[in-house]
């Protein structure tokens, strides 16, 4: 719980690791000089490998989660235009619906259109989450409503290409969500600060002196690319967050949209003419 909580504030997150790994490297040069490590070469030189090696182990751990954490986020960015599509999808179709179907739905497409951007906006509360999938599923429930009246009152082929683009627009809704809680696992993160500090701790152990460098670049280099996968695995709270124009302009179109004049009454046919 507590991982998952540091985990959502990047930022602090790579300070944090910056600091632990730091005062490991600290810890480790300081034990190298208690026990006398660089008297003996033969064993300095088994300490340098298994550095070397550690080193190259995490590397690549650390490309392998940069590369779990990367589509996470393209996914989240790709369902964002979809749902947007989508949403744009039923209200294009909303207009050929009989009144008063097409003005209630088109007026609870605004409204839902700006739930989305709530949930998208949310942040990282539970509560704040929870209260506004709420608000969708009760707008869910509206416009599967006006949906059945009209399939009801009018059942025609285009009716059912409404409630076609209302159920992917439904199940967008859905598939959001679920790419919100897929996260790297915190086993993962776990098994890479514990890999670090050891890392560090061997850097630090294999120092035959104090070198300033070393001690800061090499803990701030992991803790950056630490802090840039948490920051991707979190885009509702780091600095990479997922764009929301497509969204936003949506709704901008809808709430300008205005509802089509009325039909003009038919000419009556002037006398003499057929």
């Given at each position: ?8 504030h990047p930022?602090?997150?790579a ?7 730091a ?53 989240s ?14 209200g294009?179709?909303?207009?050929i619906l ?14 839902y ?30 416009l599967w409503?006006?949906?059945?009246a ?6 025609t082929?285009i009716?059912?290409?409404?409630l076609?683009?209302?159920n992917e ?17 915190g ?9 670090s ?11 035959r ?35 929301l124009?497509?969204?936003?302009r949506?709704?901008?179109d ?10 003009s009454?038919?000419l ?7």
């Amino acid at each position: 719980m507590a991982l998952s909580l540091v985990l959502n504030h990047p930022a602090l997150f790579a300070g944090c690791l910056f600091l632990l790994l730091a005062a490991t490297l600290e810890f480790g040069f300081r034990l190298a000089t208690a026990s006398r490590l660089s008297a003996d070469d033969a064993r300095r030189e088994q300490v340098a490998a298994s550095r070397d090696a550690l080193g190259v182990l995490l590397s690549l751990l650390l490309g392998f989660t940069l590369a779990m954490a990367l589509p996470r986020y393209d996914l989240s960015r790709q369902l964002v235009i979809e749902e947007a599509d989508a949403i744009a999808t039923a209200g294009t179709r909303a207009e050929i619906l009989p009144p008063p179907y097409r003005e209630n739905v088109r007026e609870l497409l605004v409204r839902y259109v700006a739930a989305r951007l709530e949930f998208s906006s949310t942040g990282i509360s539970r509560e704040a989450l929870n209260d506004s999938e709420a608000h969708t599923n009760e707008l869910q429930s509206k416009l599967w409503a006006q949906a059945q009246a009209v399939a009801l009152a009018n059942p025609t082929p285009i009716t059912a290409l409404f409630l076609q683009s209302l159920n992917e627009l439904f199940d967008l809704s859905e598939k959001r969500l679920a790419a919100l809680e897929n996260r790297i696992p915190g086993t993962i993160w776990v098994m890479l600060v514990a890999l670090s500090m050891v890392t560090c701790l061997m850097f630090g152990f294999a120092s035959r002196s104090r070198f300033w460098l070393v001690s800061i670049v090499t803990p701030l280099m992991v803790a950056v690319v630490m802090g840039l996968i948490a920051d991707l695995d979190s885009p509702r709270n780091g600095f990479i967050r997922t764009d929301l124009s497509s969204l936003e302009r949506l709704e901008r179109d809808l709430t300008a949209q205005k509802p089509p004049p009325a039909p003009s009454p038919t000419l009556q046919s002037e006398p003499g003419h057929r």
